[in-house]
């Protein structure tokens, strides 16, 4: 098993924990992973230079692997290199700011690689895991020299994402595609798949349930039945009106002298722009909490609480616009 320091009495368990692999496998899927590498002489040595160049064997057998098609053995060599690399924080905390430069540069290229098999495996929600961890290595190193894998990153898991499948999010897969294409302006095949996931979106967006639709009928609806009840109570100038400003006679008790009360077939009611505004607030954070139930239900329970946490500010804007926005519009709703 890992090397761990001598701790000093009074520090959590969390610092003595190695956190990399758990993010893909559970404890015994761990425990199998460390017995395949004994079994086939890759344990991991314990010196750091040690165990970055014993995490490049590996990452360059799982790319031999890949080539081949050999997706089981590529994992298991990928997930080997990212043991190879799994310090503990307290190990970390010890280490010098270039041997965290060294890891971090090393495990950035582990990641994306993983995440490619994941892809090819189906396996789509690790390869999004996978990607985010690569994100997060890139954002420990200068920009100017993580330019190229980060755009890969981001690529990649935007593929994952925008796989159909129980995890699929578009909007966050064309976030990654737009900072994918800053990165690298010119290529071509990042721009088509943005188009396409754009035009999947609001494919997406026109088909959801819970989207606003204002009242209105089709153009096949037959509204006859309701004539009499609409002539009436309407005026005698009313009765001439064209077929395509025709009205719904809906409650003719509430319509006006001239029956101009009904809504209208051909145009949906404005609304006024606060309350567009409101409506526009409420949609967003119903989106985000329908994407966070969603992850929840997939176990993916300690990256929901990082992410909420970055968004925190996010939701504070979002509720007190919203109550101020209702208090302001609390006269509308009487009349």
């Known amino acids: 098993m890992s090397h761990l320091t001598n701790l000093p009495l009074g520090q959590g368990p969390e610092m003595i924990q190695e956190h990399w692999c758990r993010f893909f496998c559970e404890k015994e899927e761990h425990k199998e992973l460390v017995n395949w590498l004994h079994q086939e002489g890759l344990s991991r040595p314990i010196g750091f230079e040690d165990r970055l160049a014993h995490a490049e064997k590996l ?11 050999d997706l089981r053995r590529a994992l298991h060599c990928l997930m080997g290199a990212v043991h190879s690399l799994d310090y503990s924080p307290s190990e970390q905390l010890a280490q010098e700011s270039h041997e965290r430069d060294l890891a ?13 098999v994941f892809l090819k495996r189906g ?14 290595c890139s954002d420990k190193l200068p920009a100017d020299d993580v330019r ?40 071509a095949h990042m721009r088509d798949c943005l188009t396409r996931c754009t035009e999947l979106l609001a494919e997406e967006r026109a088909n959801d349930p819970i989207r606003y639709r204002p009242f209105s009928t089709s153009k096949g609806e037959d ?16 009765s001439t009106a064209s077929p395509g400003n025709a ?19 051909s145009r949906p009611e404005e609304l006024p722009p606060a309350l567009e505004k409101f409506a526009e607030v409420v949609g967003r954070c119903l989106g985000r909490s329908r994407r966070t139930c969603r992850r929840l239900k997939q176990g993916e329970g300690l990256q929901v609480l990082r992410d909420a946490a970055d968004y925190k500010v996010f939701w504070i804007f979002g509720a007190l616009l919203s109550l101020l926005l209702a208090l302001k519009l609390s006269p509308l709703a009487a009349t």
């Open 59 to 69: 990452r360059k057998m799982g790319n031999q692997w890949y080539e081949k098609s």
């Open 104 to 116: 971090s540069q090393s495990m950035m290229t582990i990641m994306s690689n993983l995440a490619m």
């Open 123 to 136: 396996d789509f929600v690790n390869a999004d895991k996978a990607g985010t961890a690569g994100l997060r």
């Open 148 to 187: 190229a894998i980060k755009a890969k990153l981001l690529y990649r898991r935007a593929l994952a994402r925008a796989e159909a499948s129980d995890s699929r999010d578009l909007t966050g897969a064309r976030q990654d595609l737009v900072e994918a294409i800053k990165l690298e302006p010119n290529n």
């Open 223 to 238: 509204n006859t039945k309701d004539a009499p009840a609409a002539s009436a109570s309407a005026a005698p100038s009313s």
């Open 247 to 265: 009205e719904f006679s809906g409650n003719s008790g509430n319509s006006g002298t001239s029956g101009t009360s009904g809504f209208e077939k």
